[in-house]
Nanobody, 122 residues
Framework: QVQLVESGGGSVQAGGSLRLSCVFSEDAYSSSSMGWFRQGPGKQREGVAAVYSAGRTSYADSVKGRFTISKDYAKNTLYLEMNSLKPEDTAMYYC????????????????WGQGTQVTVSS
């Protein structure tokens, strides 16, 4: 069972930056997809960014050009660098892994962290 632990959330003003981290267990090495998801108040969970075993990345349109996903196997860590944050980015952010090469639909991801809260004020 893959273990995932997120950190790095916090409160920032619009235009600010945060870097989220997700430490994963070595079981995650076999994952084909690793991603970041978020769920705002009263909203469904949505995909934000994903990185695949070959290194290719995928982003939601709403974060393209502002967020960057990366992974560092030496540190067993998945990152999400978030710049130019907007109030609508406020949400609980989760990292997740999937055995499949898949997109940003959360239904294909089967291991989840507990989440880290990001709050962006205007």
């Amino acid at each position: 069972q893959v273990q995932l632990v997120e950190s790095g959330g916090g409160s920032v003003q619009a235009g600010g930056s945060l870097r989220l981290s997700c430490v994963f267990s070595e079981d995650a090495y076999s994952s084909s997809s690793m991603g970041w998801f978020r769920q705002g108040p009263g909203k469904q969970r949505e995909g934000v960014a994903a990185v695949y075993s070959a290194g290719r990345t995928s982003y939601a349109d709403s974060v393209k050009g502002r967020f960057t996903i990366s992974k560092d196997y030496a540190k067993n860590t998945l990152y999400l660098e978030m710049n130019s944050l907007k109030p609508e980015d406020t949400a609980m952010y989760y990292c997740a892994t999937s055995s499949f090469y898949t997109g940003l639909g959360p239904w294909d991801y089967n291991s989840w962290g507990q989440g880290t809260q990001v709050t962006v004020s205007s």
